[in-house]
């Protein structure tokens, strides 16, 4: 069903006065409402959890959890606070419309829809999009629909709708988290509806000042601006996009402002910007800590890994990766699905094909029942890049097919070509074994300008470099052991002049300019092994 069919069907009905609890009223002004005195809403992670902690230990772990879940919460807030909840016993939240939604929540969060629904049931029936009556427990159920991944689109626009016509807001903190403009973060993939963002803009518009209040005046901006840069309008999309960032940090809308912000900097860098990826990463994590959002630290931390992997910072990659990069041996948590998709990006740096294959599979498990078509669509790709680098072309093509059908129907150019040579090597492959069309030429002339500004990549070092011939390796591991031309001549048996003429290619296939770079290049890639006679020197 298209937008066009949606909407007028939402619309069919007759305008008609509906009475909405007090009680509601007050929460969605609560959500909203801002002042000096109090407290800053959502509160900073660290300082939630530690106040759980006191709860526990005090005996008043569901008093306080009833108080402080009633205030705006970030998702990383409740991710954190999971094990708090999961003491609890659930069959007595029955009742607690706040406590019952949060445990809704938490468990999308972990991939659980169907436990997620048997929560949003204890709430309430799900209610017709034109109740007459609207109690708090109703209200909350909707809300929550709005929010689940599964609700189909058809029953989220008829709940948007209802609540335009009502003129009640939903509960901002987790409209804003769970259903972003972008598909950078959150639950709901809005970007198939993209090519209906200019034929609908009196309509969306007006939704989407519902769901975000003030800051909605920007939204609508920043979501035509991804659209526009998927479809290879990067000139459009960064005009639009910078034009609607001071409109957002006048509305301190620091969310949306994150996903503007994010999306200029991808723009950019993409186009060979690199040297300004840290001086801009310093200023977004700047606006993150004043606007008191710490939640969307890990998204900027994986945005900017993904700034090293363009440029080759190896060391910058390493750190993320230790200290900074979600473990997916653990619980898999559905807000740091960016995160989750740049660290099979770093499996591939590293050669780690394997791996990279398994979590893209994990992901496909856990979104491929939401529709999140988007990030789909990105996993396809990521696993094709995989069997590319395992040199299993069969493979590729099978998962590069998935990952194009979902890309031509909803236009995600960029997402393909982004990924510069080795896109440019797999559509070759793919080519030769099923043929090209408009769509695939297109993709492939993007992915080639890409691979013009950063040609290394994804690469693996040993992919960076000319492979060494048995015997060029043969004679970079005794340069590992100090000899000199004159001693490996002798060591191999071969005159001098030919000894020379292996280091000269050696030299020309490592990119360096002399010895002791050959060494330290051959260490550094892998082409000297201490088992095949380099020295324990390295070692110490």
Partial sequence: MTVYAIINEVKKGKERKFYIDEEVVEITIRTVRKSKDEVHYPRHVKELCQIMEEAKEQGQLRAVME????????????????????????????????????????????????????????????????????????????????????????????????????????????????????????FRDFTPYGKYLVSYKDEITKSVQTLYGNSGKGVYEVALAE??????????????????IPLLESEQDVQCLFVAMALQFRILLVNGQTKMAEPYIKKIRERIQRGGRDELESSLDALECRAALYGGNMERIEA???????????????????????????????????????????????????????DLCECYMLSAMACYKAKDNKRLCEELQKALDLAKQYGYYRLLADEGACMVEMLKI????????????NVLDLAGSVASHFPDYLKSPG?????????????????????????????LDKKVGTVKFHTANIFKKLKVQNRQQAVERGYEIGFIGLEKGGTDEKKK
């Fill in 67 to 186: 108080e402080e879940f009633k205030k705006p919460v970030s998702m990383t807030g409740i991710w954190e606070c999971r094990s708090y909840f999961h003491m609890e016993d659930e069959n007595g939240y029955e009742g607690d419309t706040v406590l019952l939604s949060i445990r809704a929540l938490l468990a999308t969060m972990e991939g659980k829809l169907k436990e997620a629904r048997c929560y949003a049931d204890m709430l309430c029936e799900a209610p017709a999009p034109d109740e007459e009556e609207l109690t708090r427990e109703k209200f909350f159920r909707l809300i929550l629909e709005m929010v689940l991944p599964d609700t189909t689109d058809k029953r989220f626009f008829q709940i948007v709708c209802f609540l335009e016509r009502i003129h009640t807001k939903p509960i901002q903190s987790l409209i804003l988290s769970a259903c972003r403009p972008s598909i950078l973060d959150g």
């Fill in 320 to 374: 993320w990766l230790e200290y900074q990069a979600p473990d997916e041996n653990k619980e898999l948590y559905m807000m740091d699905m960016y995160a989750y998709l740049i660290k099979i990006r770093c499996y591939l740096l590293n050669g780690k094909h394997m791996m990279a294959i398994v979590l893209a599979k994990r992901l496909i498990n856990l979104i491929e029942p939401v529709n999140r078509y988007m």
């Fill in 430 to 441: 793919y080519h030769k074994e099923a043929g090209a069309d408009s769509f695939t030429e």
């Fill in 463 to 491: 992919e960076r470099y000319g492979a060494l011939t048995e015997r060029e390796a043969e004679v970079l591991r005794l340069m590992a052991r100090g000899m000199s031309n004159d001693m490996i001549a002798e060591e």
């Fill in 227 to 244: 659209w526009n840069y998927q479809n290879n309008k990067c000139f459009d999309a960064l005009v639009l996009v910078t034009g609607t």
